[in-house]
């Protein structure tokens, strides 16, 4: 019973995580990573905002979105 009751408890944490975003500098061929945030519901808010300021202030600077790890 205590597996089942820390297993639901890993999920949750794990559920609750968003995937690192990566951007790459097409002059330099830097990477810069934005994330992973908690998107928990008490947190969802905020953690939208942080990762949209986060690529928002890296495309200002000429890095564009790629797919995937670099």
Do not use: H, W
């Not at 600077?61 to 995937?68: A, C, K, L």
């Amino acid at each position: 019973m205590k597996r089942i009751i820390a297993l639901c408890g890993v999920a949750v944490v794990l559920a609750g995580c968003t995937d690192a975003v990566y951007l790459r500098n097409p002059v330099t061929g830097a990477v810069a990573k934005c994330g992973p945030y908690d998107s928990r519901p008490i947190n969802s808010f905020s953690s939208a905002e942080r990762e949209r300021g986060c690529i928002a202030d890296f495309q200002r600077q000429g890095y564009e979105r790629i797919s995937g790890q670099p």
